[in-house]
């Protein structure tokens, strides 16, 4: 991955538009400035898939001022909609240094349809853990932030947002793309299990292999 954390963002905001996990501007991305109180995150309206370095604000995760960055001056560009999801998330969770949110069509038809996301293989429980959803709140205000802050502060690390979209976040920008990889995933898995009929067959992984993962060391999870 590029070393800047802009650089890694923009890589994984083109991968997601071409994976179909977004459309155009529908999602956003942050990451936290190490030894700095303070986050990159997406500019309001930027296009994922066309994400460059000036495509980028920051903000204080304190309080959501305006951040100065080394030598840079305080940006102009406004942040996205979404900051103050972002900024709950890096409140509630301080081991948390990247945040993913985006609109895969998959994980919100299975929303929409009332079901729940199946964790099927060994890779979805690794990566993924358990699948917490979100009821509906507004976009972009300030209810929908505290709840999905809430709902994280166990150490979830990937929610549905109903109607909405998903959250998925991470100790690294890496870790979180994979896990929205595998989030649609398991839940394309998951929609085909339906489509056949098959849902109440479909094997999940057990819950003991779940409970075991759960309280294996952070080192432990390799990128």
């Known amino acids: 991955m590029p070393g800047d954390l802009r650089d890694q963002l923009a890589h994984v905001g083109y991968d997601v538009v071409q994976a179909g996990l977004v459309c155009g501007s529908g999602g956003n991305l942050s990451a936290r ?6 986050c990159w995150v997406t500019a309001s309206g930027a296009w994922l898939d066309r994400l460059s370095r000036t495509g980028f604000t920051a903000v204080r ?7 100065s960055v080394g030598a840079l001056p305080p940006p102009r560009l406004a942040p996205t909609s979404e900051i103050a999801l972002h900024l709950a998330l890096y409140r509630a969770r301080p081991d948390v240094n990247a945040v993913v949110h985006l609109h895969p069509q998959t994980a919100l038809l299975l929303d929409a349809l009332g079901e729940h996301i199946r964790i099927v293989t060994t890779d979805h429980a690794f990566y993924l853990g358990r699948v917490s959803t979100v009821p509906f709140r507004l ?3 300030t209810e929908v932030a505290a709840l999905t802050a809430a709902m994280a502060a166990d150490g979830t690390d990937c ?13 690294s920008v890496e870790l979180a793309h994979k896990r929205a990889r595998y989030l649609e995933e398991a ?10 009929g098959r849902l ?3 094997r999940e992984v057990p819950e003991e ?5 759960a309280t294996r060391p952070a080192s432990a999870v390799t990128v």
């Open 61 to 67: 995760v304190s309080d959501g001022a305006p951040a």
């Open 200 to 202: 109440d067959n479909l």
């Open 33 to 38: 400035i190490p030894d700095e109180d303070a």
């Open 159 to 171: 929610l549905v947002l109903s109607q909405h979209g998903c959250v998925v976040m991470a100790d």
């Open 209 to 213: 292999f779940l409970d075991r993962l």
């Open 139 to 141: 976009p972009g205000s």
């Open 187 to 196: 839940a394309v898995l998951t929609y085909r299990a339906l489509t056949l």
